[in-house]
């Protein structure tokens, strides 16, 4: 399983009026083996960053999002299981251009 099904599977993505989306994601925690041939996706350590967030959402459409809160979770520890993550949407305003004031002709 790649990371951005994980996140998928468990997310869920809330969507403000005010333009803000919000992730918040719920993992298990990782299931310890004693044997090799137990091992399976619910055994394998995952880390989910905020970097991993932003692209899931780049892959769903979500454009020009500005990330307002930064966290990881981390399979392993279980108090790093349910984590969120806030972020905005950005308008591109025109940059208004600076221009130089003209002379005029002075006698």
Known sequence: MNINEYIKKYSEINEDTNGELTITMCVPPRKLVDYAWQENDETKSVTVTTNDVSDYLKTKGYKDLKTETFNTIDNKYPSEL????VFT??????QKRKRKASKVNEK
């Open 89 to 94: 949407h950005t308008k591109n305003k025109p």
């Open 82 to 85: 349910s984590k969120s993550w």
